[in-house]
């Protein structure tokens, strides 16, 4: 039994998300792997072989924690930058 398109658009998110692209999420975990900062980032020292053998739910995980540390990161660096910019508006007008 095939759905009305009307139910369709208004079908859950987490029905139409795609599958991750697995091959993708190995490729960029192989990146953090040569550049030396896999246990920084995902907390896991990994080992080109490993990122291979690695099963699809285990990559899927450590990119989510890629995804996390990278989220954090831009949130600290905008945070960072806003008081910087609010402390010298400030400064415009009251002596420091």
Same mark, same amino acid.
């Given at each position: 039994?095939?759905?009305?398109?009307?139910?369709?658009?208004?079908?859950?998110?987490?029905?139409?998300?795609?599958?991750?692209?697995?091959?993708?999420?190995? @490729?960029?975990?192989?990146?953090?792997?040569? #550049?030396? $900062?896999?246990? =920084?980032?995902i907390g896991v020292q990994l080992t080109h072989e490993q990122v291979k053998?690695?099963?699809?739910?285990?990559?899927?995980?450590?990119?989510?924690?890629? @995804?996390?540390?990278?989220?954090?990161?831009? #949130?600290? $660096?905008?945070? =960072?930058?806003?008081?910087?910019?609010?402390?010298?508006?400030?400064?415009?007008?009251?002596?420091?």
């Amino acid at each position: 039994m095939q759905l009305p398109e009307s139910e369709l658009s208004s079908a859950p998110a987490s029905v139409m998300t795609p599958a991750p692209d697995i091959p993708a999420l190995r @490729e960029k975990l192989g990146i953090l792997v040569f #550049t030396g $900062t896999s246990e =920084e980032v995902i907390g896991v020292q990994l080992t080109h072989e490993q990122v291979k053998r690695l099963s699809d739910k285990d990559g899927e995980n450590h990119y989510k924690r890629y @995804e996390t540390y990278v989220g954090a990161k831009s #949130t600290e $660096t905008l945070i =960072e930058s806003f008081l910087m910019l609010a402390t010298k508006a400030v400064s415009m007008f009251v002596r420091l």
